[in-house]
């Protein structure tokens, strides 16, 4: 179970066959949390969490993928309808590591997740995956940014949506940084919606940021 502190690491070289599942259900009270998950080099895994039941949730977890590291972290938001769920996981991809992030939102009255991606040294890749399902009176809100702060870094961005119902709301924005040393970098963005009723209302924010030529 996901506590106020968690820390989780996969141990260097290792291969983890199963996927590691985190769970958080019907939390009490409102709620801050914090949680670490480092993939230690040339280790492979994927980590599931997943989340249900009525919350009032604040957020932060910090992905750390080392040199060589293949992290797979999955985000399940299965909330109840009364569920506020506010969230930044940020990732931090090593040299010639890899990183998929699978966020998957269905539930919940309001989830504001804030997925974000720096690297920490060249030849990393970062895939950022992102589905979502907005019903009458959700506001469901996807913030994603990836800092291309090095050489030869490969990001790639794919959020989908489909929204039903009067009131149903989806924000997606969709930010990409490439500074001025950022030579050789490699990237793509894309958020595609689809509405299935009047009224539903869906906002793509996409935003690339180039520094070097």
Do not use: C
Request: net charge negative; hydrophobic share 40%.
């Amino acid at each position: 179970n996901v506590t106020e502190a968690t820390y989780l690491e996969i141990a260097k070289d290792q291969e983890v066959a199963s996927p590691i599942m985190l769970s958080r259900k019907n939390l009490g009270s409102a709620e801050v949390s914090r949680a670490v998950l480092r993939a230690k080099s040339h280790s492979k895994a994927v980590v599931i969490l997943e989340s249900q039941g009525s919350a009032i949730l604040g957020e932060e977890i910090e992905i750390i993928l080392e040199p060589g590291a293949n992290l797979t972290f999955i985000a399940l938001q299965e909330w109840s309808n009364d569920a506020i769920h506010l969230g930044r996981h940020h990732a931090i991809v090593g040299r010639d590591a890899q990183f998929t992030s699978i966020t998957v939102s269905i539930g919940g009255s309001l989830v504001r997740l804030l997925p974000s991606v720096e690297y920490d040294g060249p030849g990393g890749s970062a895939e950022l995956q992102g589905i979502y399902f907005a019903t009458d009176g959700q506001h469901l809100e996807h913030r994603v940014f990836v800092d291309h702060n090095v050489t030869n870094a490969k990001s790639r961005v794919n959020y989908k949506g489909a929204l039903a119902g009067a009131d149903a709301r989806t924000v997606w924005f969709g930010d990409v940084y490439i500074r001025k040393n950022a030579e050789g970098t490699d990237t793509n963005e894309m958020n595609r919606n689809l509405l299935l009723t009047d009224g539903a209302r869906a906002d793509s924010v996409p935003n690339l940021e180039i520094e070097t030529g």
